[in-house]
């Protein structure tokens, strides 16, 4: 088991900065690929980004890409998830999730993620 805990959410102004944090516990963390995701009210679950385990590559959604940074640090079983030049288009709840590194299948897809935290809530205002 690997239970995950979000935290750092909050409101921001477009163009705007926050850092949210995934701590984990249970298994070792560092075998596992770790993913950020996001629901807006109305809306799918969709991908925002992704490490890998075993070398630590990033993979990011095309609406993210170049404002957000996905990082772990596997001493202190936590992976963030740095979001900079916020817009109102990222407000929803995000989520981190955990899959086994062995897992074969592409990071973006919630198939294979069998952790998920709680969620935490992250508002930007136009």
């Known amino acids: 088991q690997v239970q995950l805990v979000e935290s750092g959410g909050g409101s921001v102004q477009a163009g705007g900065s926050l850092r949210v944090s995934c701590a984990a516990s249970?298994?070792?963390?560092?075998?596992?690929?770790m993913g950020w995701f996001r629901q807006a009210p109305g809306k799918e679950r969709e991908f925002v980004a992704a490490?890998?385990?075993?070398?630590?590559?990033?993979y990011y959604a095309d609406s993210v890409k170049g404002r957000f940074t996905i990082s772990r640090d596997n001493a202190k079983n936590t992976v963030y998830l740095q979001m900079n030049s916020l817009k109102p288009e990222d407000t929803a709840v995000y989520f981190c999730?955990?899959?086994?590194?062995?897992?074969?299948?592409?990071?973006?897809?919630?198939?294979?993620?069998?952790?998920w935290g709680q969620g935490t809530q992250v508002t930007v205002s136009s």
């Open positions: 999730a955990a899959r086994p590194g062995t897992y074969i299948g592409v990071l973006s897809a919630t198939a294979g993620y069998g952790y």
């Open positions: 249970g298994r070792t963390f560092s075998n596992y690929d």
């Open positions: 490490i890998r385990w075993r070398d630590e590559s990033a």
